[in-house]
């Protein structure tokens, strides 16, 4: 079969069109066709294709607007060449608009030949609307072309941009739009905005859910993959999307300065909190992590996700004192960040000796420890569950922010940060919901009036490094979780999102050791730090000596709830609250 290379006919297009435009022009300036002229021309052209960007090897079917530019300079490059040459023998006007035809006709040739080589032969049976009408939204159109959608509108909140159009589409505002569909439910609308706040995506999907059957979203700048079509990315909005706080004075010159070039350990290294700061640690530039877990699998999995750090695995329980002290020895860490802990209420009730040796004893052992080999930072995170508790999980971690309060002032500076459930984390609510909703199960709630505050996971390790960046030493630093959401409506807003209308909200009563409210403060007396996202719980003194020798006895007492009681008095023990 008979071939044409692209590139030999490009060099026929550039013939071509100089014959017409120049016989056209000639004949608009009632002059002779002088044929030397045109052929000096065709060859100057020519040249100038060849060797300026390597224009005579451009894709026609992959062309942007970058090519129209390129054919326009190049032609005008070849014009600035070859008028010294003829002029005075021809009118310089007859020159410049031969000139300005053949770009209109070069670049119009070559955009006829891209838009039907690309026309979407697919049949257009659904209907989208892109909100945001930046780049993202241009792009995402521009894919929408080749799939089964047609773009019905772009929506922008810039009233500079609205009632204009982009491609034939109009641009129209969050009202217009609802009185242009009325009663009529569109199949899609994409938020195309990635660097915009999870406040206004939770904003327009409230605003605009009844309008559609689904609803997309862009991931964020720093997940988007450039190589990739963002089509492609689109993901279901989400509930971590609608109730995602992203703290506005995130300092990441702060944590970089905190984090580069020392030696991290992180025990608890393979959790939800844990493998997320081994994640920010490697991000921000940790010379070495030890990641301390002692489950072969969390560890496995964190570390085959670290590939820009030096990572020592070390399977590990912070119970055992003895290869706990070997590991500072021999790899000396500058930074501990103590994520360890068994955190879920209910087992914690059933295993209370356990709870108490993990929690309690466990990061006595990381703090002396520290102190010890001369950690410069101590980290501990901690509850909001530490604060009133009624269970002995919470209780446990009261013990524990004493215990790091307290012991300060040895050399290490030891500090604790307090914040609340973290969306997606293993064992907490959304997961389930999840689960119970992919297996078409009733969700489980205990009671309809409780609340809880919720943050991003990374977000929230973000906060608390730039805790520990501040700390001084003896702090306990409380995160801003914004307002407490009930999980009730939590599990409504879940069932909407997964379109399953079977699905219906069980109520089972709260659980041992559950309180319908957590709170982050135990009073108000709490002090700003130079970032409203981060504030400081007031100090509470204990004796070293009388604490040491109190944990002594609660981890060989047969009444623990009773001496959990005298250590921690505002600990109110619930059962079973019906």
């Known amino acids: 079969m008979f071939y044409l290379d692209k590139r030999i006919l490009n060099f026929l297009v550039i013939i071509s069109l100089t014959f017409i435009t120049f016989w056209w022009t000639f004949f608009i300036f009632h002059q002779a066709f002088y044929i030397y002229i045109v052929l000096s021309v065709v060859f100057i052209r020519m040249f ?5 960007f390597n224009d005579y090897s451009l894709s026609w079917s992959k062309a942007s607007q970058k090519s129209f530019l390129i054919k326009s300079f190049v032609y005008i490059t070849a ?47 659904k209907s989208v609307v892109i909100y945001g009408a930046g780049r993202a939204g241009i792009k995402l159109e521009s894919e929408f072309i080749h799939s089964e959608y047609k773009v019905k509108y772009f929506v922008d909140d810039d009233k500079i941009i609205q009632n204009r159009s982009i491609d034939a589409i109009k641009v129209i505002s969050r009202v217009k739009l609802k009185e242009k569909l009325g009663e009529v439910k569109l199949d ?27 609803i997309k979203v862009l991931p964020s700048m720093d997940e988007m993959l450039e190589n990739k079509d963002l089509s492609t990315q689109l993901k279901d909005i989400s509930v971590e999307d609608l109730l995602a706080r992203h703290p506005k004075d995130l300092d990441k010159q702060k944590i970089n300065s905190f984090i580069k070039d020392k030696i991290v350990l992180v025990t608890g290294a393979g959790g939800s909190i844990g493998s997320e700061i081994c994640r920010q640690c490697e991000k921000f530039g940790a010379k070495k992590l030890i990641v301390l877990d002692h ?11 670290l590939k820009y ?33 068994y955190k879920h209420v209910p087992l914690v009730e059933a295993n209370i000796h356990e709870g108490i040796v993990n929690n309690v004893l466990g990061t006595k052992n990381v703090i002396d420890i520290s102190i010890r080999y001369g950690v410069k930072k101590f980290v501990m995170i901690s509850t909001d569950k530490a604060v009133r508790p009624t269970n002995v999980m919470g209780t446990t971690k009261r013990i524990c ?9 040895q ?40 609340t809880r505050y919720f943050m991003l996971i990374p977000e929230a390790c973000e906060l608390v490094l730039q805790a520990g960046a501040i ?24 069932i909407e999102l997964s379109c399953s209308k079977d699905i219906e909200i069980e109520f089972t009563g709260l659980r041992p050791g559950e309180k319908l409210y957590e709170e982050l403060l135990i009073n108000d007396t709490d002090c700003k730090t130079e970032y409203d996202s981060i504030t400081v719980a007031k100090p509470t003194i204990y004796d070293i000596g009388k604490l040491n020798k109190d944990i002594e006895e609660l981890i060989v007492s047969s009444e623990k709830l009773k001496k959990l009681k005298e250590i921690v008095p505002e600990f109110n023990h619930q059962t079973n609250i019906k």
Request: proline share 3%; net charge negative; glycine share 6%.
């Open 309 to 341: 750090v030096e990572v020592t695995c070390v399977m590990q329980s912070v119970v055992d004192a003895n290869s706990l002290e070997n590991t500072f020895k021999v790899h000396k860490p500058d930074i501990v960040i103590h994520a360890a802990a």
């Open 188 to 214: 899609l609308l994409v938020i195309a905005m990635p660097s915009v706040s999870q406040e206004i995506t939770k904003e327009i999907y409230n605003d605009l859910s009844i309008y559609f059957y689904e």
């Open 401 to 409: 922010e004493l215990y790091a309060q307290n012991s300060n002032g």
């Open 411 to 450: 050399g290490t500076d030891i500090v604790a940060v307090r914040f609340g459930n973290v969306l997606g984390s293993s064992g907490s609510v959304i997961p389930k919901f999840k689960s119970q909703i992919e297996n078409k199960k009733n969700i489980t709630v205990t009671h309809p009036d409780i």
């Open 295 to 305: 489950s072969e699998y969390n560890l496995y999995t964190i570390t085959e996700e």
């Open 48 to 52: 100038a294709s060849r060797f300026l």
């Open 79 to 125: 014009f600035i060449v070859y008028l010294p040459i003829f002029y005075g023998k021809i009118r310089f006007s007859f020159m410049v608009s031969e000139l300005f035809l053949y770009l209109f006709s070069i670049n119009f040739t070559l955009y006829i030949y891209y838009y039907l080589i690309n026309k979407s032969k697919i049949q257009k049976t």
């Open 471 to 494: 700390g001084t030493g003896g702090e306990i630093f409380i995160l801003d979780m914004g307002e407490p959401i009930k999980i009730v409506d939590l599990a409504k807003k879940m």
